[in-house]
Nanobody
Framework: VQLQAFGGGLVQAGGSLRLSCAASGSIFGINTMGWYRQAPGKERELVAAITSGGSTTYADSVKGRFTISRDRAKNTVYLQMNSLKPEDTAIYYC????????????????????WGQGTQVTVSS
């Protein structure tokens, strides 16, 4: 499985960006997909995740501002980011697994088998 992320960039605080992650290859059986981010000097953290059944999980810091969605026909997961803040600046990574992760497990990166290359998101103040 290959994951390719798109959509990062530079935006002013309060602005919006939409990230896309397209899956290709042996994608049959992919269940949970997620977005992680890593800021300089910080650990990688879950931003949002979605299962094949549509169950979603969000980090507290992005609830109400970010929305994860999935187009199964296109094998693509999206992250709509609104009201961006400078603290959202990070490299964003998409991840996927064949596991149908329960909510309490989605934030643990060890459960994800496939990772895309990162896309930089920079929010200026």
């Amino acid at each position: 499985v290959q994951l390719q992320a798109f959509g990062g960039g530079l935006v002013q605080a309060g602005g919006s960006l939409r990230l896309s992650c397209a899956a290709s290859g042996s994608i049959f059986g992919i269940n949970t997909m997620g977005w992680y981010r890593q800021a300089p000097g910080k650990e990688r953290e879950l931003v949002a995740a979605i299962t094949s059944g549509g169950s979603t999980t969000y980090a507290d810091s992005v609830k109400g501002r970010f929305t994860i969605s999935r187009d199964r026909a296109k094998n693509t997961v999206y992250l709509q980011m609104n009201s961006l803040k400078p603290e959202d600046t990070a490299i964003y990574y998409c991840a996927a697994t064949t596991r149908g992760l329960i909510a309490s497990s989605r934030s643990s990166s060890r459960w994800y088998d496939y990772w895309g290359q990162g896309t930089q998101v920079t929010v200026s103040s």
